[in-house]
């Protein structure tokens, strides 16, 4: 998959990545995104649970919260995703800082309405939060599937910045 690459980490340039293989492994590590993206002229973040499947974000919610109607409609976003490996104590305070790997993804929100794509999706979520245990839970019905609203991210473009390296 090609990605438009147009911004660019000025700060710490060295500490930048542009590596689709480097994404994937800041993702497949973070639990939760915050989703960013404007309703009515007003910018709104909100945290919310995502699974990355085949190249694309997926995030689910309530059909009837605010952020998935919005994103439903079809909206440029963005999300940002932090991994922490841990804190960097120093002795000034000036100096304290966090060993992390993070993302900032841009891209394009729609509605996924097909229930094939989304049991696929609810199956890599529970893999995701319970890598074991999701196997002995209850499959939805045909109601609860109708009651999950999916929103598929297309990925647009993406900058990483590591404290940590990208030598995962």
Same mark, same amino acid.
């Given at each position: ?5 147009? =911004? !660019?980490? +000025? ?6 990545? &542009?590596? $689709? @293989? ?49 994103? =439903? !409609?079809? +909206? ?6 932090? &991994?922490? $490996? @841990? ?82």
């Amino acid at each position: 998959m090609e990605f438009t690459q147009k =911004s !660019k980490i +000025k700060r710490y340039k060295e500490r930048a990545s &542009y590596n $689709e @293989n480097d994404l994937n492994y800041i993702l497949s590590k973070t639990l939760y995104c915050n989703v960013s993206f404007c309703e009515d002229g007003q910018p709104t973040i909100i945290p919310m649970n995502f699974v990355y499947f085949e190249k694309e974000i997926y995030i689910h919610g309530s059909p009837e919260s605010r952020i998935i109607k919005e994103l =439903s !409609k079809g +909206k440029n976003i963005a999300l940002s995703f932090v &991994y922490i $490996e @841990n804190i960097a104590k120093a002795e000034s305070l000036c100096n304290y800082s966090m060993n992390y790997a993070s993302a900032v993804v841009f891209g394009h929100s729609s509605a996924v309405l097909d229930k094939n794509i989304k049991m696929k999706i609810l199956i890599e979520l529970g893999k995701k939060v319970d890598p074991e245990g999701y196997k002995n839970a209850i499959p939805p019905g045909e109601n609860e599937i109708d009651n999950v609203a999916l929103v598929r991210v297309d990925i647009e473009e993406f900058s990483l910045k590591s404290r940590i390296g990208f030598k995962f």
